[in-house]
């Protein structure tokens, strides 16, 4: 069994940056593909970022390419999502995901990943 927390996340202005966190535990973290996903109020929710295994490989939402980046520690089991130039429709729950995936393959749909964490709250004001 994989439990996820994330963190990181807060209240920002337009333009700030913030740096989510995904810390995992339950098996080897370096076997996992990992994502990051956002919902925001009254909307489905939506792919932003995946991440392979090794970390060698990563995927980008058109809406925040060029802004975010997720990255991985595996000594420290830990995801994450840097994300810069932040704006009001940034604006969600981000969640992070895992999916056992030690061929290096990059998930990029929600259904393929069993395991979930709670979210972190991510608000930018105008």
């Known amino acids: 069994q994989v439990q996820l927390v994330e963190s990181g996340g807060g209240l920002v202005q337009t333009g700030d940056s913030l740096r989510l966190s995904c810390a995992a535990s339950g098996r080897t973290f370096s076997f996992d593909a990992m994502g990051w996903f956002r919902q925001a109020p009254g909307k489905e929710r939506e792919f932003v970022a995946a991440?392979?295994?090794?970390?060698?490989?990563?995927a980008y939402a058109e809406s925040v390419k060029g802004r975010f980046t997720a990255s991985r520690d595996n000594a420290k089991n830990t995801l994450y999502l840097q994300m810069n130039s932040l704006k009001p429709e940034d604006t969600a729950v981000y969640s992070c995901?895992?999916?056992?995936?030690?061929?290096?393959?990059?998930?990029?749909?929600?259904?393929?990943?069993?395991?979930w964490g709670q979210g972190t709250q991510v608000t930018v004001s105008s």
């Open positions: 995901a895992a999916a056992w995936a030690p061929s290096g393959r990059l998930i990029l749909l929600q259904e393929e990943y069993p395991y």
């Open positions: 991440i392979s295994a090794s970390g060698g490989s990563t």
